[in-house]
């Protein structure tokens, strides 16, 4: 049997930068090729924000393209969860700033830092205020600039990312967005299940080393860019294909579902063969895994949102589909969730 939502997605939005930046623009920065990035990794552009853009206008755009969707305005929402790990500032958090250029009241407004997988944890707790009747209408937004953050000399992490924000308006399972016509009890739209995991062992594999408190940027930071993004590549894929698995096969039995009922795998867009081959390991084509790293690079916690977005607005995705989402990134974190639309 199905699992019975308590929270459902009332609309998507999302937002990338105007300014697209091909592999072959990066050539000429580091000793890279267009068709290294390309065959390594399936990416062959990514979306740069312009001089001045922060990560909270991202957010909010997203938001606001998110509320438009479900028919609703920031008057509606009771909270807001940004997951990022790159905000405008530490102090105040990147929620505070979306709150304030949505307009918001006086809601709370908190972020997750999570990583890549920081979408999946975000809907996760909504799921959580939601079905508890602590909150009624939740944006949870995944946002990262991580053109500001990666070592543009180090080639071996440099071409993996991009910028961008994906945003969705959750609520109650029972509300209906106007004019949406009656479902049946057992079709009812929402989370049917979600799972997160952490391994902090693993913490070294991908991370910032310094510019935090201990160890707070100084000259010899700076100059030798500890303040940037560091990964151990390989790690980090071994983990993904492994962990990625496993927790979309926990969640796709946490819902219900057997995997020939899923219409969609919307994965993190990290890598190209990552996905091909969570895609072997869970049986599930690679035609029905929503794509998009090939345009917008690994946007991290916005990956998820972003190719939602875009599958819900070009009629790929429609009502009734039931779609898995899962992600893994630093911490490491990761975690999967399986939705109705
Ligand atoms: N351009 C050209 N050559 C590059 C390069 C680049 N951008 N980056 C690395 N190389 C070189 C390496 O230096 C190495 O050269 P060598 O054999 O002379 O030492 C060679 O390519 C192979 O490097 P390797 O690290 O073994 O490549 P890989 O097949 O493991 O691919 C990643 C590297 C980063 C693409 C891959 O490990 C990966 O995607 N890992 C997961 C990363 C990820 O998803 N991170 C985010 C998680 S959210």
Redesign the pocket.
């Known amino acids: 049997m199905h699992a019975i939502p308590k929270t459902r997605i009332l609309g998507t939005g999302s937002y990338a930068p105007a300014r697209v930046v091909p592999n072959a623009e990066l050539e000429g920065v580091?000793?890279?090729?267009d068709e290294?990035?390309a065959t390594?990794?399936g990416i062959r552009r990514r979306h740069f924000a312009a001089e001045g853009e922060a990560t909270s206008d991202m957010a909010a755009e997203a938001c606001r393209r998110a509320l438009s969707a479900a028919g609703l305005n920031a008057a509606d929402v009771d909270l807001i969860i940004v997951a990022t790990v790159t905000p405008d500032s530490p102090i105040p958090s990147c929620a505070v700033l979306v709150q304030k250029k949505l307009g918001a009241s006086e809601i709370p407004a908190f972020d997750i830092a999570a990583?890549?997988a920081g979408f999946i944890y975000g809907i996760t707790i909504a799921d959580q205020f939601i079905a508890t009747g602590a909150a009624r209408c939740v944006l949870v937004v995944g946002v990262e600039l991580l053109s500001r953050a990666v070592n543009w000399t180090d080639?071996?992490t440099c071409?993996?990312f991009g910028d961008g924000a994906g945003a969705v308006v959750l609520g109650p399972a029972s509300m209906k967005r106007t004019g949406e016509p009656d479902r049946e009890p057992a079709l009812a739209p929402g989370i049917l299940s979600s799972c997160i995991f952490t391994d902090g062992s693993l913490a070294g594999a991908?991370r910032i080393p310094a510019g935090g408190s201990a160890r707070p940027a100084d000259d010899e930071v700076l100059r030798t860019r500890q303040n940037k993004v560091h990964?151990d590549?390989?790690d980090?894929?071994r983990t993904?294909v492994k962990q990625l698995t496993a927790s979309s096969t926990q969640a796709l039995k946490a819902s219900g579902l057997t995997s020939r009922e899923l219409d969609w795998v919307v994965p993190?867009q990290?890598?190209l063969?990552?996905i091909s081959q969570v895609s072997q390991r869970l049986g599930f084509p690679l035609e029905k895994m929503v794509l998009n790293l090939e345009e917008y690079g690994?946007t991290?916690s916005a990956s998820i949102p972003i190719a939602l977005d875009e599958a819900v607005r070009d009629g790929r995705i429609v009502a009734g589909h039931h779609v898995l989402m899962c992600a893994?990134?630093?911490g490491i974190s990761w975690g999967a969730a399986v939705v109705r639309i």
């Open positions: 580091v000793d890279t090729s290294w990035i390594r990794t990583a890549c080639r071996t071409v993996l991908l990964m590549g390989q980090v894929f993904a993190h990290a890598n063969r990552i690994n991290s893994l990134g630093a």
